[in-house]
């Protein structure tokens, strides 16, 4: 199968561009480790963000921590504005597939303290959802198949690129 | 013959935590790696993380503590488990059960994990043993001090805390002051700093408690044996203290508490030889006044209270690290 994905910086331009009109000055994003607070990073300097783009990392809230791969090492701790009370989130994350790990972001946020309004942008919607979950942010549309996976990077000059290839342990 | 790590699964994972020896480097560095985002569960509005939800915990402790209990049990109340605290001094051992009849008893109601102190070395592994062959090995076993053998968790949280000040452990002199030779702690503790590479490791205090021969109690370790306070402080990284027990003073190995801590108690003075920015730790309960001056206890070199705080991170880790794990 032959997919061609558009570069990562036209994608997140044309996300910048969808969120424009819907957010405020004091709007939070948040990046989910680790491709999201890369991408979290780059919209808050093209959207004019005066609140420092948040990070989170949602391995205690897994749902497969019992199946043996819940904690990796060097996970970081999350970082949320010391309130989050009526605070106006939008969670940043690169891909959105089962829709697990916004469920997991979800937990974790709500353990910092009660946003008025979360939100979801992604970059790709690959599909495969698994919970009703639904990016409010998204540029690109794909239907991938289950055994193939797609994952952001960043090089060492900071550019950032999705690769596709098949997943591990896939049949 | 090589004898299968019976705290090691097939895949090389932790199942049980029952000794600091045997573990290698990578898990050692594993373990401290995952507590690093555990202590900043407590600043959160909400303090617990789903990872051991509908688990239960049973703190068997057949030896009395209520620090290394307290402790547990919150790491394991963090982690939203179930805990059961069974002090077994006034319970079923007194009236005549067997250790393996009263775990069998507590895996019948369904025990996920058994967070075990006994007075006896050996016997966390027994327990372990027993699960294994009755295959109930489902059931994780974490060792929280057997007799004079090993307290893991202890030297874990005491290798956080100089991991957390002094980030490299190859290049750091270490000092270890106190009755080594009768304590689980500093045998964690060094089995640990051997494990993540301290270059130089001194052992300290008086030749009636630390025969010359302790050197040897690790083979091809670099331990040495200091007799004289100021020698073994001497240039020092950090300075671990110990606690005196109070029954050594009875059995004529020492003259007094006054007279130890004339020789081995840690004043400012003393600290003054060690390096400027060494740091001082203490596994508590501190003597005052015997192994340790109040005015070094509460100084600024002191990490004894992060070493609290610390050890609740690592036994969350720990735990979830153990929960976490596939059979």
Known sequence: MSTTLPPVDELIDRLAAQMRPHVAPDTVLVGIHTGGVWIAERLHALLGLTQPPASIDVSFHRDDHHLGNGLRAGGRPSHLPDTTEGAHLVVVDDVLQTGRTLRAALNEIFDYGRPARVELAVLVDRGGRELPVAATYCPLTLGLPDGQSLDLARDDAGRLSFSLGEKRGAP | MTQANPQLNQHGELIHLLSIEGLSREILHGILDRAEPFTAVAEREVKKVPLLRGKSVFNLFFENSTRTRTTFEIAAKRLSADVINLNINTSSAAKGESLLDTVDNLAAMQADMFVVRHASSGAPYLIAQHLAATGRDHIHVVNAGD?????????????????????????????????????????????????????????VGPQTLLPTAAAQMIPNAPLRVCHDMAEGLRGADVVMMLRLQNERMQGALLPSPQEYFKSYGLTPEKLALAKPDAIVMHPGPMNRGVEIDSAVADGRQAVILPQVTFGIAVRMAVMSMLAGVSQ
């Not at chain 2, 991991?163 to 702690?185: C, E, M, N, P």
């Not at chain 2, 089995?191 to 130089?200: D, R, W």
């Open chain 2, 147 to 203: 007799g004079r053998h090993s307290h893991p968790t202890q030297g874990l949280l005491d290798m956080y805390t100089i991991r957390h000040y002094k980030q490299d452990f190859t290049k750091l002199t270490v000092a270890v002051v106190g009755d080594i030779l009768h304590s689980r702690v500093a045998r964690s503790q060094l089995h640990a700093l051997v494990t993540l590479g301290v270059p130089e490791i001194r052992l």
